[in-house]
């Protein structure tokens, strides 16, 4: 399967946006998607993830009650709705599969190329 995120841009603090992560060439199936970022010179880290089939949803204790991760099967895609940016948030976001809604980047298979959200003050 191969993973396509979308959405992200740049926008000022408070704004919203929502990221789309898409799958072509197979379904997410019984697998975790989760989202992740990353700046320059840092560890990969954990955003947010949710089983495809039961939901669960978890995010991190950094963007919990300004981020939320859903799905849509209807259309074969995980998204990562971001509110209340904040400069610090500023990343290149990847989402990925996993066989379970792991928080540790090394228990994920596939990747996405990444979208980039910039947050200005």
């Known amino acids: 399967v191969q993973l396509q995120a979308s959405g992200g841009g740049a926008v000022r603090a408070w704004d919203s946006l929502r990221l789309s992560c898409k799958a072509s060439g197979g379904t997410f199936s019984e697998l975790a998607v989760g989202w992740f970022r990353q700046t320059p010179g840092k560890e990969r880290e954990f955003v947010a993830v949710?089983?495809?089939?039961?939901?669960?949803?978890t995010v991190a204790d950094s963007v919990k009650g300004r981020f939320t991760i859903s799905r849509d099967s209807t259309k074969n895609t995980v998204y990562l709705q971001m509110n209340s940016l904040k400069p610090e948030d500023t990343a290149v976001y990847y989402c990925?599969?996993?066989?379970?809604?792991?928080?540790?980047?090394?228990?994920?298979?596939?990747w996405g190329p990444g979208t980039l959200v910039t947050v200005s003050s």
């Open positions: 990925a599969t996993a066989d379970w809604t792991t928080t540790l980047s090394h228990e994920y298979t596939y």
């Open positions: 949710i089983s495809w089939i039961g939901g669960r949803p």
